[in-house]
């Protein structure tokens, strides 16, 4: 009641007053608007400073030798325009939602992301909610256990998730679990004598439930595992040491040593206490690992044959595919700036100071 | 009373509990009871599905616009060309879907229709659909339109097309059984958009459903992870051993661990390292690829005074261990003895190939003057052929120049970017490779001066004329052996004089499950699909 009281929330020019969170949710999402264009920018320049000509490296040899195959190349993807020229028409098409044509694929750009980004989506948010789950449990125990054995080894083991190669990983557990054990299967979305389920969210275990095909359904979601399970060995890896350090931080606040003194059970303080206290860093982190997760899967996509961004981003780059290259690189960076979005809203969701003070 | 209230509440929580978990199981049950299969083995009557294992390079499954190998894989199961070759043998043309009479100064070609052809719709084929494909390529300036330069294509009668050129051409029948020459219904493809010009947009529509008279179909094309084939039901040759393939886009090291665990029948990009410790679980056919690494020193003077000297390059030519080489690149490679592969009409025998001569080298070298200046070896640091990678091979040629006194620095760079400078002739000197653009000697007439790699190591028109010379004759033609023995002197020459040193082919090397046969490697497709069966 006093806290209300003492910020007053502002008021709109008309006299009205604006719901806090609206105006603090408004401008957040108007930074983010801005921050596309700065990436747009940044992501073609740095394309086009890459040393190379996309000319050679997307026609043939013998076709790269013929001056009217090289002219008609330049001008169907708009390289015989000044740079300048290009980014605005680049910008303009942009607002149509036009991300241009892949000189690799001959696709809009747009249609090759969206086939794309549901196969990474599906192994990003798996590899998220386990991670979340998994690494909070991990970290709290770690910091209510503080010096003894068992902080001791999850440290020993969050740091070894952290710090053992994706690659190297990604390739041991396919050997042992699909090579030697038999437990999972072979490499790619869905096996061989499988069909695509029908197109609906491009999320193959989704499709196929909706299609009916229970089949289906557990193909994918058994091709899920393993990818999956690199992802969350890694980013549990990150997110037990930020856990660990955030509720070590909140075990010292005076608040919860008064719920303890008033002899609360540990876990009404856990979850009421410590981790309500710890959730703004830990949600700050998990965002960041989310977005890390869309953006980096390159090295898991490649050995299990999942067809995602990241295996889309490297086809791209060793072409020299420009349009594909900026179309990746705007992806990215609008999808780190949407999970920031959404942490900034959930901290105004989570702690009333700050929407109040925005 | 408080009492009562809490019983009830816990009776019609558990009553509720029981209620949904009742609700799932019945949920499920109709779930499965009324749900489809995606299986498709039932869909083709029991017909097995073959499952390969390739690292796509695939942009395309239209012929006209596709030239990598894994188009190359895909439309020759899809299209059939005028004239192919019998299994891995690419030194001799054979009938496709026509015979070949040539004139003798080899300009003119005519090209009969064999039989009654008939495409996977249906429609009976003609000389109307030979000339519109041919034609197409030609029109559509895309990648292959370069195997038909200076061709014109006339329709003689509904089975005859004649294609003629200006200068001779020998190397045309073995150009015309590139898969990108397949022949399509043109019909079909007129009508989805397709011409004989820039303005054609059937691409689109080629990427969705094939349009030729192969023993397979199309039945879905993803660039980045598959494509599914179907038997072609109108196929009018022998049905294909298999009913459903599907290729999926695996990089070599999950393949390797596929084929063995048994998801994947067949593995092609498999390094030599990688098919030697395959188990007994699978059969390894392995064969030296048609791709040629070689090195190449600049002969510009004003790109370099040391790689332009001719005593240098002997030198650095008697410097190289091969043998060292070929060991470190794995099963199935060879030392290339020319700049024609080894399985070409043309190829140098294996005698001619070139040794290590440290002492000679070490003398040449004094004799050049050379006085210890660091060189520059370029290559592309993110291509690996045939499972080799180059850093390996540059690394090796870096350390074997080493105990002649030469000093190499290397300068690893990516593809994309490195292509520029290796293409406008800047590098001093550069470890490359040529794959053949088709399987004729005349192809590798690029190696001499004046030519397109010949340019590319500075090497201008002129600069050589003996071995000029020799390339003009071997463009003339002639019989078989008159060209054989024609392109073995200029490479001869080449090893000699020129500014190329070739290295190795790498090996290619097929892991198949042993349940499929008829495994056989070919330098333009790899493998003919259509020929795998199972046991």
């Known amino acids: 009641m006093t806290r209300t009281t003492a910020v007053r929330p502002p008021r709109s020019r008309g006299g009205r007053t604006a719901h806090p969170f609206l105006r603090y949710a408004l401008r957040r999402v108007l930074t983010s608007l801005l921050l596309v264009v700065g990436v747009t920018l940044v992501t073609f320049v740095l394309t086009n400073l890459v040393p190379g000509d996309p000319v050679a490296a997307a026609l043939g040899q013998r076709a790269a030798e013929d001056p009217a195959i090289v002219a008609q190349f330049r001008a169907t993807y708009g390289l015989d325009q000044p740079l300048v020229v290009q980014y605005f028409t680049y910008l303009g098409n942009l607002l149509h939602g036009d991300l ?10 747009v249609d090759d992301l969206a086939k794309a980004l549901p196969a990474t989506l599906e192994i990003a948010l798996g590899a998220i909610v386990l991670s979340v789950i998994i690494g909070v449990v991990l970290g709290t125990i770690a910091a209510y256990r503080r010096g003894k054995a068992s902080d001791h080894v999850l440290r020993v083991v969050s740091l070894a998730g952290l710090s053992v190669p994706t690659f190297w990983l990604a390739l041991v557990l396919y050997y042992v679990f699909y090579f030697q054990l038999h437990i999972a299967p072979g490499s790619g979305r869905l096996s061989s004598d499988f069909s695509t389920p029908p197109h609906v969210t491009g999320l193959y275990t989704v499709d196929a439930l909706l299609a009916g095909q229970l089949d289906t359904f557990l193909d994918a979601a058994s091709h899920l595992f393993l990818p999956v399970l690199v992802l969350t060995l890694y980013t549990v890896g990150l997110l037990t040491r930020f856990v660990r350090t955030a509720v070590l931080e909140i075990l010292d606040q005076d608040y919860v040593r008064a719920a303890r003194a008033k002899g609360l059970p540990t876990r009404t303080v856990i979850w009421s206490y410590v981790l309500r206290g710890a959730s703004i860093p830990i949600l700050t982190v998990v965002g960041l690992a989310f977005g890390s997760l869309l953006s980096g ?21 060793s072409h020299l595919d420009l349009p594909g290259i900026m179309g990746v690189g705007l992806l990215i960076g609008v999808m780190y700036l ?9 901290y105004g969701v989570l702690d009333p100071r700050v929407r109040l003070a925005s | 009373m408080v009492f009562r209230s809490t019983h009830t509440a816990r009776t019609v929580r558990s009553r509720s509990t029981l209620i949904a978990l009742a609700a799932a199981a019945v949920s499920l049950t109709l779930l499965v009871a009324g749900c489809s299969s995606g299986r498709t083995d039932t869909a083709d009557g029991g017909t097995k599905t ?15 616009r596709m030239y990598e190998p894994t188009g190359q894989l895909v439309d020759k199961a899809l299209y059939e060309t005028l004239l192919t070759f019998e299994g891995g043998d690419v030194s001799k043309v054979v009938d496709g879907l026509a015979s070949l009479e040539q004139s003798a100064d080899a300009k003119t070609f005519t090209l009969t229709l064999k039989g009654d052809h008939t495409f996977s719709d249906g429609t009976p084929m003609t000389a109307d659909d030979v000339v519109f494909s041919l034609q197409r390529v030609i029109g559509l300036k895309g990648n292959p339109s370069f195997l038909l330069d200076g061709v014109t294509v006339t329709k003689k009668d509904d089975k005859t097309v004649v294609l003629t050129t200006a200068t001779p051409t020998p190397a045309l029948p073995a150009i015309l059984a590139n898969p990108a020459l397949g022949i399509l219904n043109s019909t079909v ?13 059937a691409e689109k529509f080629l990427n969705t459903t094939s349009a030729g008279s192969g023993p397979y179909v199309l039945d879905t094309l993803d660039l980045a992870s598959q494509v599914v084939l179907k038997a072609n039901e109108n196929y009018d040759g022998d049905a294909p051993g298999y009913g459903r393939v599907v290729i999926q886009n695996v990089e070599g090291a999950t393949q390797k661990i596929n084929v063995e665990g048994g998801s994947a029948d067949l593995a092609l990009d498999l390094s030599g390292t990688q098919a030697s410790a395959l188990g007994d679980s699978v059969a390894v056919t392995s064969d030296p690829s048609a791709n040629v690494i070689f090195l190449l020193l600049n002969q510009n003077p004003s790109v370099s005074a040391v790689t332009s000297n001719p005593d240098f390059v002997k030198a650095v030519k008697e410097a190289i261990d091969y043998d060292d ?80 006194g030469i000093t190499v620095e290397l300068a690893p760079a990516p593809v994309a970017t490195e292509l520029d400078a290796y293409r406008n002739g800047t590098e001093t000197m550069g470890l490359w490779y040529w794959g053949p653009d088709y399987p004729d000697p005349s192809d590798y007439l690029v190696f001499t001066p004046g030519n397109v790699v010949g340019l590319r190591s500075g090497w201008a028109e002129g600069a050589n004329p003996a071995i ?68």
């Open chain 2, 325 to 404: 080489l070929v060991s470190i690149a794995g099963t199935g490679t060879a030392q290339a003895a020319g700049v024609v592969p080894s399985m070409l009409l043309g190829a140098l025998p294996e005698s001619a190939k070139l040794t290590q001569d440290l002492d000679a080298a070490k003398a040449d070298l004094a004799k050049s003057g050379y006085a210890g200046e660091s060189v520059t070896l370029n290559f592309p640091s993110d291509i690996s052929l045939n499972g080799i990678d180059f850093p390996t091979i540059a690394q090796r040629i870096q350390s074997q120049l080493k105990e002649v």
């Open chain 1, 297 to 317: 899967t390159v090295l898991v996509e490649a050995i299990f044959a999942w067809p995602g961004i990241g295996s889309y981003a490297y086809q791209a780059a």
């Open chain 1, 338 to 346: 949407l999970v920031n979005l959404i942490v900034d809203l959930l």
């Open chain 1, 100 to 109: 241009g044509v892949s000189t690799t694929t001959h696709n809009p750009v």
């Open chain 2, 468 to 535: 000029s010379s020799l390339a003009d004759a071997a463009a003339a033609g002639g019989s078989d052996e008159e060209r054989q023995s024609r392109f073995e002197d200029l490479q001869k020459a080449l090893n000699t004089d020129g500014p190329f040193i070739p290295l190795l082919q790498p090996g290619n090397n097929i892991a198949a499950a042993k349940s499929v046969t008829g495994v056989v490697y070919n330098a333009v497709w790899t493998i003919d699909i259509a020929a795998l069966s199972a046991k």
């Open chain 2, 189 to 201: 493809v007129k009508e989805n958009g397709g011409t004989t010009d820039e303005t054609d947009t």
């Open chain 2, 50 to 64: 073959l499952t390969i294992d390739k690292a796509f390079d695939l942009k395309t499954a239209d012929p006209g």
